[in-house]
């Protein structure tokens, strides 16, 4: 068996800029990496009726709703039902699967709930992974989403729920750094680090939690 992959985790809101310093990684890294991520893994491979459609089986799966906060700014939160946490749990093992066949891989991650990254750190247990938060002000995401054909509110939903687990290995803000200063950084933080110890210090947090180790 070859020995086990790096696994970059980068978890922050919609419109962050995640998914350009995947493929500034991809580009600047030496070794190859895998970009994948929770759009490919789990809502890619939904059928498009939980995402489009009022179906029965809706709250079994996933489901979105639309709300506004106290100051009645738009709020889209996505929801997951018990099926749907399977298809995380399917995510997070297929991650480390990737990664335990020697294969490099950089995620595109968005913590929607809490425990999601507890689970996470007890699956890739073994593995070599970096957590890294990117950051910026809700301000610069919501001018962001405005270009993307996505509903009003989901940065805003999801920004307050997606860093509370707040151990990482680094973090950066994408509204003072540049993609590319993103992806030197990261790329510092595993010659700095080769033993990363943030999903383990999740482990040990989260150690005896039920909803860290759920499904996964």
């Not at 920004?159 to 990482?168: I, L, Q, R, S």
Request: proline share 7%.
């Amino acid at each position: 068996m070859p020995s086990p992959g790096t696994v970059i985790v980068l978890n922050g809101p919609s419109a962050v800029g995640k998914s350009s310093i995947q493929r500034e990684i991809q580009d600047s890294f030496e070794e190859p990496y895998l970009a994948i991520g929770i759009d490919q893994l789990m809502l890619h491979m939904v059928p498009d009726r939980y995402l489009l459609r009022e179906v029965p089986d809706r709250r079994d799966v996933l489901w979105a709703e639309t709300s506004k906060d106290a100051e009645g700014a738009p709020l889209h939160h996505l929801y997951f039902g018990p099926k749907g946490y399977r298809f995380l749990s399917g995510m997070h093992h297929a991650i480390h699967c990737l990664a335990s066949c020697g294969n490099n891989v950089v995620i595109d991650y968005i913590a929607l709930e809490q425990p999601w990254l507890p689970r996470l750190a007890v699956v890739l247990q073994g593995v070599r992974a970096y957590l890294v938060g990117v950051r910026a002000p809700l301000s610069v995401l919501e001018e962001r989403e405005k270009s993307r054909p996505y509903p009003a509110g989901v940065a805003r939903a999801q920004y307050g729920v997606v860093h509370e687990c707040g151990v990482y290995g680094l973090e950066f803000d994408t509204s003072v750094r540049s993609v590319e200063e993103c992806a030197v950084a990261v790329r510092e933080l595993t010659y700095r680090q080769p033993n990363p110890s943030a999903f383990q210090q999740l482990r040990e947090r989260f150690a005896g939690m039920p909803e860290a180790s759920a499904l996964g």
